[in-house]
């Protein structure tokens, strides 16, 4: 969107905060935004810290996708900001689904009063989209009080499943997304239908979408233990290690 409005985009490296720091002051302006999810979609790892750091140090803007943060991270679930214990401030933007966790439809945008209005007037796809059904905002509003209610059984069954696949796979699970690295795209697909035979549905995320093939499995609390084991097994004899 940036991009199409002509403003300068820049990436810096893969959750690498002396990149960012380096393209932050080759390319000096007014206002820098810095725009990171809370957990990647696709590596499952968590932002790092010291990017957040780096932001409030350069007075920077920060958007934060909480779309696969909110609802597994932090004692209470609350997301990125809560598990680094960090204190939201108005150049702080936290966006995310109520999907997901939230088992919804819809999307939400927490910032400032100020962004919050210059979105509300001059934010097209918000101005000229239908709005969530009374029924979703409903939804997601009662499952959001329920986690908040029953964080600490969450909290024990997400450790709990980030303890299987951390065993089981030999590596540190910080979330619930949890990527298996597979030969090629053909073994990925076969490995997929072949999980779907034993009724499990796992993405079978393939090239051009990533540079490697995986496995994207997603350890959700609603699966028992023993069905994710089974999956972690069968997909650990076909991977790549």
Excluded: W
Excluded at 53 to 70: F, Q, R, T, Y
Excluded at 172 to 193: A, E, G
Excluded at 217 to 227: D, F
């Amino acid at each position: 969107a940036a991009e199409l409005l002509g403003e300068k985009v820049v990436k810096f490296k893969h959750n690498d905060v002396e990149d960012l720091r380096q393209k932050l002051e080759a390319y000096p302006a007014k206002r820098q935004i810095i725009a990171v999810e809370g957990v990647y979609s696709m590596g499952g790892d968590l932002c790092a810290k010291e990017i957040f750091d780096l932001a409030e140090e350069k007075n920077a803007l920060m958007i934060v996708d909480e779309a696969h943060s909110a609802g597994v991270l932090g004692e209470k679930l609350l997301g990125i900001f809560e598990y680094y214990n960090i204190t939201i401030n108005e150049r702080h933007i936290k966006m995310g689904t109520l999907g997901k966790a939230y088992g919804s439809y819809g999307a939400y945008i927490l910032a400032s009063s100020h962004i919050i209005s210059f979105l509300v007037n001059r934010g097209k796809p918000i101005i000229y989209s239908t709005a969530p059904s009374v029924f979703d905002t409903a939804l997601a509003l009662v499952n959001m009080k329920h986690i908040q209610k029953h964080a600490k059984k969450y909290r024990k069954k997400i450790d709990k499943r980030q303890g299987i696949a951390e065993q089981m796979l030999g590596k540190k699970c910080s979330s619930l997304i949890v990527p298996i690295r597979m030969s090629d795209n053909l073994s990925t697909q076969q490995m997929q239908q072949e999980l779907i035979e034993y009724g499990y549905l796992v993405g079978a995320i393939r090239q051009p979408t990533v540079t490697k093939p995986m496995m994207r499995v997603i350890l959700n609390a609603g699966v028992s233990k023993s069905k994710i084991i089974h999956t972690l097994a069968m997909i650990r004899e076909n991977s790549v290690q």
